[in-house]
């Protein structure tokens, strides 16, 4: 059993950034490649970031590329999504999630959820 608690949102305005955090416990995940995904009301969770076990390769949305970091601390069993110049459209319940599959586009890919954070944008 592994349980994912995020951290670190809040309400900011348009321009600024906001440094999420999910940190396991359980079970370590350093095995695992994990990601960040994000949704609001009425829409299907939307894929944001990824990260491999080992930190080797990222992946991201095409909406927040050059804009979000994800990176992670194995020793700390941590996985961090750094956002910068935030936008309204990035108002969202962020979500980390361990990543069992092997696309990591794909929400049906990770099986282990944390309960999510609310990241507020103003304008």
């Known amino acids: 059993q592994v349980q994912l608690v995020e951290s670190g949102g809040g309400l900011v305005q348009a321009g600024g950034s906001l440094r999420l955090s999910c940190a396991a416990s359980?079970?370590?995940?350093?095995?695992?490649?994990m990601g960040w995904f994000r949704q609001v009301p009425g829409k299907e969770r939307e894929f944001v970031a990824a990260i491999s076990w080992n930190s080797a390769s990222t992946y991201y949305a095409d909406s927040v590329k050059g804009r979000f970091t994800i990176s992670r601390d194995n020793a700390k069993n941590t996985v961090y999504l750094q956002m910068n110049s935030l936008k309204p459209a990035d108002t969202a319940v962020y979500y980390c999630a361990r990543r069992t599959g092997r696309n990591s586009y794909s929400s049906r890919e990770y099986d282990y959820w944390g309960q999510g954070t609310q990241v507020t944008v103003s304008s």
């Open positions: 359980g079970r370590t995940i350093y095995t695992y490649a």
